[in-house]
């Protein structure tokens, strides 16, 4: 089943095309790198993507929606609910703990606290993290697992991960990745520079002049 199609896609900002005419299609459950240099456009795709910037011409699938042509509630729902974000730096809630900056989307999108809460301590559990942990006392990586836990709590249909190993050790980026590809239903979607990194996922995209190619 695809959970992510894109056709065609434009975006311009001031006199310069930085997306041409980007068109590719994700599977359920597939992990795709998303590679290229640096300037030439991922982060705005991710953001097209994931329905913070519009596009100027194209077409963004998820399922069945087409969130693009959709009032502005159903994306901020869409956004919640079926997406999953990863950014280079985990933006966690400092004065909340490891477990309640997980469970926040939960709350959001209506589950109690109880459940919300325990769901967070589920997936921190296997990532060797305790659910108290104040998130100021975290370290990098530790902060970027939690920064997983929370884009899984909703059980995403989609992930999207810019650069987030950007800022890690070689140990706390495999760690980080482990359990960003771990197989699910979710598919994923992750931006780096590593070609590492790039070879863990099962496909790799290069953008070059504002279209992507499936070689380097
Ligand atoms: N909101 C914006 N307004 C103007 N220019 C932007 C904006 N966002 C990105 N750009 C420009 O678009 C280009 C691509 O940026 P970006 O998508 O962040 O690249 P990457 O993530 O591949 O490094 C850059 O030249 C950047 O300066
Ligand atoms: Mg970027």
Do not use: Y
């Amino acid at each position: 089943m695809t959970r992510l199609v894109v056709e065609d896609l434009h975006r311009r900002f001031s006199d310069r095309d930085v997306l041409h005419g980007v068109g590719f299609e994700i599977a359920a459950g597939e992990t795709v790198a998303l590679m290229g240099p640096s300037g030439c456009g991922k982060t705005t795709l991710l953001q097209i993507i994931g329905l913070i910037d519009r596009p100027d011409a194209g077409r963004v699938v998820l399922g069945d929606h087409e969130p693009w042509s959709a009032p502005s509630a159903i994306r901020a729902e869409l956004r919640l609910t079926w997406l999953g974000f990863v950014f280079q730096r985990g933006n966690l809630i400092d004065h909340l703990s490891a477990r309640e900056n997980v469970a926040l989307p939960a709350w959001r999108a209506g589950q109690s606290r109880k459940a919300a809460l325990a769901r967070a301590d589920d997936l921190l559990a296997p990532l060797g993290i305790r659910g108290e942990t104040p998130s100021h006392v975290l370290s990098i990586g530790e902060t970027q697992r939690v920064a997983v836990a929370r884009a899984l709590v909703n059980r995403p249909q989609l992930i999207l991960a810019d650069e987030p190993t950007g800022s890690l050790d070689g140990a706390s980026a495999r760690s980080v990745l482990a359990a960003l590809l771990a197989p699910g239903e979710a598919a994923v979607l992750l931006v780096t520079h590593d070609p590492d990194v790039a070879a863990r996922a099962g496909r790799t995209l290069h953008m070059r002049d504002g279209k992507l190619r499936e070689r380097a």
